[in-house]
């Protein structure tokens, strides 16, 4: 874990070619985020300026891997994190809190297996309050990495019970439902969409199949 009280200006850095976006609100201002040669850049929109700040050389956290996805969230309303994928395929935190911004290993931390190479990944907020962050690890099993807040301890669980596994490329997305449940989706390796569903306990759902127009 590092911390650091601000950051390194990094005014116009280009975003490397391919280079995931991903973006949020906060009370504060929107903050953007996009990877230039392995480093997580965020762009916010404060009072008409856009300060720039590579957060990776701010607080020494490692630089993304190749094809690194990115995915952010808001917790209170106020606190941004950003998510990506470093080369030794350890899910990483960069977030923002107490004054300052924070690093840590989530795949260390919470004992989870690596990502897949070039594993999608997505996230989202339970009760505005508690991190969820979803990708397909090694096994090309969907796994999620639960937070309890800004500090807290992270967990590792493998959700896709007996479903198939991810196929190869397979996409990921999820959302929330009332605050408190929620839906991820994702195509397995029969080229089916898959939905696995949390409320008050775990369920799954074959969505729909996909159908070639070449057989």
């Known amino acids: ?73 808001t917790l209170n309303g106020a606190d941004p994190l950003v998510y990506y994928i470093d080369s030794s395929n350890h899910v990483e935190e960069i977030s923002y809190w107490d004054g300052g911004f924070h690093w840590r290993d989530l795949t260390a931390t919470s004992g989870g297996q690596p990502a897949s190479t070039g594993s999608p990944m997505t996230s989202l907020v339970l009760n505005s309050t508690k991190e969820r962050v979803y990708y397909v690890d090694v096994s090309s099993h969907i796994r999620e990495l639960a937070g309890s807040g800004p500090g807290g301890a992270w ?20 959302y929330v439902l009332n605050g408190n449940s929620f839906r991820i989706y994702y195509e397995d390796n029969y080229d089916h969409i898959r939905e696995i569903a949390w409320a008050g306990g775990w369920s799954s759902t074959l969505l729909a199949a996909l159908f070639s127009p070449f057989g």
């Not at 669980?157 to 999820?174: E, F, Q």
């Open 1 to 73: 874990t590092a911390l650091s009280t601000g950051g390194v200006p990094a005014p116009g850095m280009a975003a490397s070619p391919g280079s995931p976006l991903s973006a949020l609100g906060t009370t504060l201002a929107p903050r953007y985020y996009y990877i230039a040669h392995g480093h997580i850049v965020q762009v916010s929109s404060t009072y008409g300026t856009l300060p720039t700040v590579d957060l990776t050389a701010a607080i020494g956290a490692p630089l993304a891997g190749p094809n690194s996805p990115l995915t952010s969230l």
């Open 155 to 174: 967990s590792s669980t493998d959700v896709s019970g007996g479903n198939p596994v991810a196929s190869p490329g397979s996409g990921l997305t999820s």
